[in-house]
């Protein structure tokens, strides 16, 4: 009686995180570059999300609602921007590769990203605008005040930051021996994922209330880009050493593999919801 239920209840749970769709650049040996790609959980339909110059591609970021991603690219040494929608037939919301790199959404409409470490914003409509200058690297957003990044601290460390844009006063809350690569906030902005690397790797939550960090992934090969599932309860990165996109849930239970790489090189990876007419 008790293991029939032990059984169900671990299935319920991997098939929990088969749920939206992936979007990740993976290197293509025949072209010789990166290529970005979405690919759904559900029904296993892989897309190349198509780019109108020849570049190599890197991180990206799915807007809340799946239906559009934007790609960070390298053109002739140049970084720069794409945004691309991924629904069907849907020219919209489309522009041409500029300048920026780090993309991540703040509201439906509003792009983020990095120049040389200055935080910019796009609202799909009018110009780019500088927003805040010297904010570190990987920012993502609670919500239009509160910004959190990745800022050097010691010769051979990094720390957590955050900035209250309103006050224009910045907060290190949290640092730790060793190397911060990555972060992403959950969709509820309570918590922060952040990819570690020390004498190994691992993928760590923090607790924005409580400050209490959580230990959710570890590996002897580079762990990168953890990434919330839409409903907050796992967080996908990509295991270096299996050329795989894992999935670990934010509270007790083992990884689960969402999509084989084939070893392929990535260089970005984001989960977000699937459109209903994808």
Known sequence: MFKKIAITCLLATIAFAQEGRLAFSAYDEAAGRHHPYTYDLETNDLREVSIPVEADCGDLALIYDGSRVAVELTVDGEELLYVRPTRTGEVAAHRAPFPGAEPSWIAYTTLCYTIDGDLWHWNGVTDPLEWQPNVGHSPVHRDWVNVYYIRKYEEDSNA????????????????????????DMS????????????????????????????????????????????????????????????????????????????????????????????
């Open 160 to 183: 957590v930051a955050h900035l209250n844009v309103n006050e224009a006063v910045e907060t290190l809350i949290y640092w730790t021996p060793g190397r911060y690569d990555d972060l």
């Open 187 to 278: 969709p509820d902005g309570s918590r922060l994922a952040l990819a570690w690397a020390g004498e190994d790797y691992g993928i760590f939550i923090i607790n924005l209330d409580s400050s209490v960090e959580t230990e959710i992934a570890r590996s002897e090969n580079a762990l990168r880009y953890p990434s919330f599932s839409p409903d907050g309860e796992w967080v996908a990165y990509y295991d270096a050493g299996a050329g795989t996109v894992m999935a670990a849930p934010v509270g007790d239970g083992d990884p689960v593999k969402l999509y084989d790489l084939g070893g392929r090189d990535c260089r970005g990876l984001d989960w977000g919801p699937t459109p209903e007419d994808w």
